[in-house]
């Protein structure tokens, strides 16, 4: 398997021990906070790192990040992310999604007014509204938003942004009210909304692998 440290990209701390796990190595070492690796992903200083694929880094480093700084999420990026979200795989191919790029300051503050979690996105930089067309899509809109929206959120950790799935469909009164607010038409669902900024806070990247989750040929 080609395992590496996941810090090894960053500035490079020195395992001092390494004690052997069924599924992985835990290691003990020194570090540097919030390093960012040279492909823009950061992982933050804690004293134990997992010893992981290396491959898969893009998926173990995207943890929700729920603070940020409050600076603004760059138009490169913005479109950087919506083209994550449109290179999903979709049902037949449909590509039934839309979305709703929120930037403005006062937008932002409505919004997390109204998600019942959502308070972080009026510190956000960006709310991305994932929605679909139930007319493209009646059967698969919710799958195949639910791709596009990993998709931005291992976007954004890729280009060093701190993202969070906050949902809505299908709590029904939260997503009318999204949708109202967004201007969303009646025949588009409004499956989520991501917020996303610049991060402060670096939740550490994890494998959360689980062998007895793991059905070999059967259950
Ligand atoms: C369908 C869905 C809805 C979620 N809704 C919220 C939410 O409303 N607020 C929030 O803070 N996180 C929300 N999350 C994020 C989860 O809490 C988070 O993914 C989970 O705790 C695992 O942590 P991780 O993303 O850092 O791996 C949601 C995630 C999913 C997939």
Redesign the pocket.
């Known amino acids: 398997m080609n395992t590496e440290w996941v810090t090894t990209y960053g500035l490079v701390p020195t395992p001092v021990f390494t004690c052997v796990c069924p599924w992985f190595s835990i290691g003990i070492g020194g570090g540097t906070s919030g390093v960012s690796d040279m492909s823009g992903l950061r992982h933050h200083n804690r004293w134990i790192y997992c010893y992981m694929d290396q491959r898969l880094s893009a998926l173990f480093s995207?943890?929700?990040v729920?603070k940020y700084t409050g600076k603004p999420v760059s138009e490169a990026d913005v479109k950087a992310l919506l083209e994550a979200g449109m290179a999903a795989p979709s049902a037949s191919n449909r590509k039934p999604w839309h979305f709703v790029a929120v930037t403005e300051p006062a937008r932002l503050a409505q919004l997390a007014a109204i998600?019942?979690?959502?308070k972080m996105l009026s510190s956000a930089g960006l709310c991305m509204a994932v929605c679909g067309d139930r007319d493209i899509s009646p059967d698969f809109w919710v799958q195949d938003c639910s791709a596009a929206t990993e998709n931005i959120l291992v976007a954004a950790a890729m280009l060093g942004l701190g993202a969070?799935?906050?949902?809505a469909h299908p709590r029904a009164e939260r997503e009318r009210d999204l949708k109202q607010r967004l201007g969303v038409p009646e025949n588009v669902g409004l499956l989520?909304l991501v917020a996303v900024g610049h991060p402060d806070e670096y939740?550490d990247a994890r494998t959360q692998y689980d062998e007895q989750r793991v059905h070999r040929n059967r259950w």
Request: proline share 14%; hydrophobic share 20%.
């Open positions: 995207r943890r929700s729920r998600h019942p979690h959502g969070v799935w906050l949902g989520c939740p």
